[in-house]
């Protein structure tokens, strides 16, 4: 029961169990891990209704309910010369035995039971389940598949003095036994961790690289990997902002060089194949992004490469989309990370602690960076890699008892939240369902084409979010802004607003980020893959002989019908149309600008 167990293997039973049926539970048996039996299970329980429960990862696996079975007082596992999987359920004056193969089924059932044991008493090597029922003095005995009754063996009574003669060799025997069962105990366990050893050399060898184990392990008592990278928090720091997984992990470079083409390499452990017992581990699709710590707000400046310079603050940050982990997430998702970085022309692999992320962490309002509090620099951090940045200009066009534009004015009428220990940042985190919610600004006051004018930096998930904001600005702010990107210029159609003209100047050549079009062709090379996929079963279940003839040579684009062709063009031009242009009308000469005339 429960109620009897000593505190340590309560909280073992709450992170297997749900806590909805953890006061349920009338006896319950760990996993035997058996090494020729991987089923994918943590714990068996048995309710007080009389209902056995498997669990792996918090997840409800199989379940069966036993007639007239209530508070069952010991369950247990065992199996026959097979390994397949058996259970043995003891209640009141009954006994249950369950098989477990694709499903739990009831196998056997004994009632007006006194006791029972499972021994060897033959010395035949294979223990026997033995029941002995009330009035009854001889036991029922069954047999490898406790499927029939065994009769007992009427050979094996002998004689007082035959006993005595055979008395030392019996011993011997059981004392071999003992001795073989401890072996095998033994061998299995070594067996574990042979595995264990054959995984991680697999990985080393999937690589290719054989890492310089002077920079590849953690020293003791410290935060440090040899004198590498300087790990600055123990545990990677990991929460949900702008509906994507982000993970955090500060360093410092203590080399005398940089540390060139630095990346995070992700792994899922979670995710189960069916009907087998052989793991998956999940390709997770993500991107790593470098940021260097600076002297001004917001404090973090990403780099356009993957490089760590010397002796300064960094952080790694690896974004993952929500929308990748909804196929793999159950309950929980395990991440195996490892840091990859060149120095001196080689490469190294530096592990880091892994990464747990469970529904019970989702759950709390804690773990959304918006609901968080205070908002420190790691928040701070996530916003920046979550979003985009987008360079604003705002000219206040002042009238008379006009308040200078500031940034307490987009707190007052837009009702952002100043950042603590930041002048000039401020996010909109009111309301959830805001289409501002999420958006951050950072106010530089900067004199641009010889005018009192300031540069806004809005930080955003969409560029619909940005055309937003520009709106609610117009909308709810009381004084006359005109907002434009950095390529427009105002002109004044009156002389009494003559010194607001802006200068066209020469434009600089911008630098483009490709990042987000990697991202748009890796989604559409899956689509690709998907729907071509589907055209193949299609082109396998047509009967029509011409189709039939072209399976392994072509693959018939239509195979699924107009309809679906349609449906996957239309995704393939949804998924074209999300990638944001960066300073495409942007050309090189003075001529490119776009000159708004102002009233």
């Given at each position: 029961?429960t109620?009897?167990?000593?505190?340590?293997?309560?909280?073992?039973?709450?992170?297997?169990?749900?806590?909805?049926?953890?006061?349920?539970?009338?006896?319950?048996?760990?996993?035997?891990?058996?090494?020729?039996?991987?089923?994918?299970?943590?714990?068996?329980?048995?309710?007080?209704s009389?209902?056995?429960?498997?669990?792996?990862q918090?997840?409800?696996?199989?379940?069966?309910?036993?007639?007239?079975?209530?508070?069952?007082?010991?369950?247990?596992?065992?199996?026959?010369?097979?390994?397949?999987?058996?259970?043995?359920?003891?209640?009141?004056?009954?006994?249950?035995?369950?098989?477990?193969?694709?499903?739990?089924?009831?196998?056997?059932?004994?009632?007006?039971?006194a006791?029972?044991?499972?021994?060897?008493?033959?010395?035949?090597?294979?223990?026997?389940?033995?029941?002995?029922?009330?009035?009854?003095?001889?036991?029922?005995?069954?047999d490898?598949?406790?499927?029939?009754?065994?009769?007992?063996?009427?050979?094996?009574?002998?004689?007082?003095?035959?006993?005595?003669?055979?008395?030392?060799?019996?011993?011997?025997?059981?004392?071999?036994?003992?001795?073989?069962?401890?072996?095998?105990?033994?061998?299995?366990?070594?067996?574990?961790?042979?595995?264990?050893?054959?995984?991680?050399?697999?990985?080393?060898?999937?690589?290719?690289?054989?890492?310089?184990?002077?920079?590849?392990?953690?020293?003791?008592?410290?935060?440090?990997?040899?004198?590498?990278?300087?790990?600055?928090?123990?545990?990677?720091?990991?929460?949900?902002?702008?509906?994507?997984?982000?993970?955090?992990?500060?360093?410092?470079?203590?080399?005398?060089?940089?540390?060139?083409?630095?990346?995070?390499?992700?792994?899922?452990?979670?995710?189960?194949?069916?009907?087998?017992?052989?793991?998956?581990?999940?390709?997770?699709?993500?991107?790593?992004?470098?940021?260097?710590?600076?002297?001004?707000?917001?404090f973090?400046?990403?780099?356009?490469?993957?490089?760590?310079r010397?002796?300064?603050?960094?952080?790694?940050?690896?974004?993952?989309?929500?929308e990748?982990?909804?196929?793999?997430?159950?309950?929980?998702?395990?991440?195996?990370?490892?840091?990859?970085?060149?120095?001196?022309?080689?490469?190294?692999?530096?592990?880091?602690?892994?990464?747990?992320?469970?529904?019970?962490?989702?759950?709390?309002?804690?773990?959304?960076?918006?609901?968080?509090?205070?908002?420190?620099?790691?928040?701070?951090?996530?916003?920046?890699?979550?979003?985009?940045?987008?360079?604003?200009?705002?000219?206040?066009?002042?009238?008379?008892?006009?308040?200078?534009?500031?940034?307490?004015?987009?707190c007052?009428?837009?009702?952002?939240?100043?950042?603590?220990?930041?002048?000039?940042?401020?996010?909109?985190?009111?309301?959830?369902?805001?289409?501002?919610?999420?958006?951050m600004?950072?106010?530089?006051?900067?004199?641009?084409?010889?005018?009192?004018?300031?540069?806004?930096?809005?930080?955003s998930?969409?560029?619909?979010?940005?055309?937003?904001?520009?709106?609610?600005?117009?909308?709810?702010?009381?004084?006359?802004?005109?907002?434009?990107?950095?390529?427009?210029r105002?002109?004044?159609?009156?002389?009494?607003?003559?010194?607001?003209?802006?200068?066209?100047?020469?434009?600089?050549?911008?630098?483009?980020?490709?990042?987000?079009?990697g991202?748009?062709?890796?989604?559409?090379?899956?689509?690709?893959?998907?729907?071509?996929?589907?055209?193949?079963?299609?082109?396998?279940?047509?009967?029509?002989?011409l189709?039939?003839?072209?399976?392994?040579?072509?693959?018939?684009?239509?195979?699924?019908?107009?309809?679906?062709?349609?449906?996957?063009?239309?995704?393939?031009?949804?998924?074209?149309?999300?990638?944001?242009?960066?300073n495409?009308?942007?050309?090189?000469?003075?001529?490119?600008?776009?000159?708004?005339?102002?009233?």
């Amino acid at each position: 029961m429960t109620s009897e167990l000593s505190e340590n293997v309560r909280q073992v039973l709450k992170k297997l169990l749900p806590a909805s049926v953890l006061n349920e539970v009338a006896c319950f048996v760990f996993y035997d891990e058996h090494p020729s039996d991987n089923k994918n299970i943590d714990v068996t329980i048995c309710t007080k209704s009389g209902v056995v429960k498997e669990y792996y990862q918090r997840d409800l696996i199989c379940s069966i309910k036993l007639p007239d079975i209530l508070n069952a007082t010991e369950i247990k596992i065992i199996r026959n010369s097979e390994c397949e999987l058996f259970y043995l359920v003891v209640a009141k004056e009954s006994i249950t035995i369950l098989s477990r193969r694709d499903k739990l089924l009831i196998h056997q059932m004994v009632s007006n039971v006194a006791r029972y044991d499972i021994s060897d008493i033959s010395c035949s090597g294979q223990a026997n389940l033995r029941v002995f029922c009330t009035g009854d003095a001889v036991p029922l005995t069954f047999d490898d598949n406790f499927e029939n009754y065994k009769c007992p063996d009427v050979s094996m009574a002998v004689s007082d003095e035959q006993n005595d003669d055979t008395l030392p060799l019996i011993n011997h025997l059981k004392r071999k036994l003992s001795e073989a069962k401890y072996s095998v105990k033994f061998n299995e366990k070594t067996y574990k961790e042979f595995l264990d050893l054959h995984q991680s050399v697999a990985f080393s060898t999937y690589k290719k690289i054989h890492p310089n184990l002077d920079d590849s392990v953690f020293k003791n008592g410290t935060k440090e990997i040899a004198s590498a990278l300087r790990i600055n928090t123990a545990t990677p720091w990991i929460k949900v902002c702008n509906k994507k997984v982000v993970i955090v992990l500060n360093v410092c470079n203590l080399n005398n060089e940089h540390l060139e083409d630095v990346h995070i390499l992700i792994h899922s452990q979670t995710g189960i194949q069916e009907n087998t017992t052989k793991n998956i581990l999940h390709s997770i699709e993500y991107t790593t992004k470098i940021f260097e710590k600076t002297a001004t707000s917001p404090f973090w400046e990403e780099k356009k490469t993957q490089t760590i310079r010397k002796n300064i603050d960094s952080a790694i940050v690896a974004v993952i989309d929500l929308e990748e982990l909804k196929s793999s997430v159950i309950s929980r998702i395990e991440f195996n990370a490892i840091v990859f970085y060149k120095k001196y022309g080689k490469e190294f692999l530096l592990p880091i602690e892994d990464v747990y992320l469970s529904s019970l962490d989702t759950m709390g309002e804690e773990f959304d960076v918006f609901s968080s509090e205070p908002m420190d620099s790691n928040i701070l951090l996530a916003i920046l890699a979550t979003t985009t940045k987008t360079e604003l200009i705002a000219r206040h066009i002042k009238k008379d008892n006009d308040e200078p534009l500031s940034l307490d004015v987009f707190c007052k009428y837009l009702k952002m939240e100043q950042l603590p220990h930041c002048d000039n940042v401020a996010i909109y985190r009111k309301n959830p369902y805001h289409i501002l919610n999420g958006i951050m600004l950072v106010m530089n006051n900067e004199g641009i084409h010889g005018i009192a004018s300031q540069t806004l930096s809005v930080y955003s998930r969409t560029a619909s979010q940005v055309l937003a904001f520009i709106h609610y600005i117009q909308d709810a702010v009381p004084l006359t802004i005109v907002i434009t990107t950095p390529n427009y210029r105002i002109t004044a159609k009156d002389n009494k607003l003559s010194h607001y003209n802006e200068e066209m100047t020469e434009n600089s050549q911008l630098s483009y980020n490709y990042q987000n079009y990697g991202t748009s062709i890796l989604n559409r090379s899956k689509l690709v893959l998907k729907y071509l996929d589907q055209c193949m079963m299609k082109m396998g279940e047509s009967k029509d002989t011409l189709v039939q003839s072209k399976i392994g040579s072509e693959i018939d684009l239509f195979a699924g019908g107009e309809s679906s062709y349609m449906d996957f063009k239309n995704r393939m031009r949804e998924e074209a149309a999300s990638v944001k242009m960066f300073n495409d009308d942007v050309g090189h000469s003075p001529e490119s600008d776009d000159v708004m005339c102002i009233d």
